[in-house]
């Protein structure tokens, strides 16, 4: 091997070093972007998730049930049979005759829960 080969041959090494050096910190910028915009994400996801859980919080609240777990719309039903309504089906707003119990009646308001 002569003195020309030897150069010739360090020379390709060095710029082989030097392209994998410019392409590790292409690597090494891009994976700090991503890195970043991971930190971004994982802080945007955060707050998104404490907005739901809000959100939740307040619709479970407005249709949470009241009075011995009626609903206001059932509790108004309630207060129409109470006041001697039929409040099914079959015989709505008919006056209930001798405050008499209306199996149809108590189904619509205290069945399928």
Do not use: P, W
């Not at 292409?26 to 700090?32: I, R």
């Amino acid at each position: 091997m002569d003195k020309k080969d030897l150069f010739d041959q360090i020379t390709e090494v060095t710029r082989n070093t030097e392209d994998l050096l410019n392409k590790l910190h292409e690597t090494q910028s891009a994976m700090v972007e991503i890195m970043e915009e991971n930190a971004e994400l994982q802080i945007e996801n955060q707050h998104l998730r404490e907005r739901l859980k809000q959100a939740t919080a307040a619709e479970n609240e407005g249709t949470k049930n009241t009075k011995y777990g009626l609903s206001k719309s059932l509790q108004n039903l309630e207060k129409l049979y109470a006041s001697g309504y039929h409040v099914c089906n079959e015989f709505y707003g008919k006056h209930r005759q001798d405050e008499e119990e209306c199996a149809f009646c108590l189904t619509v308001i205290y069945g399928d829960r």
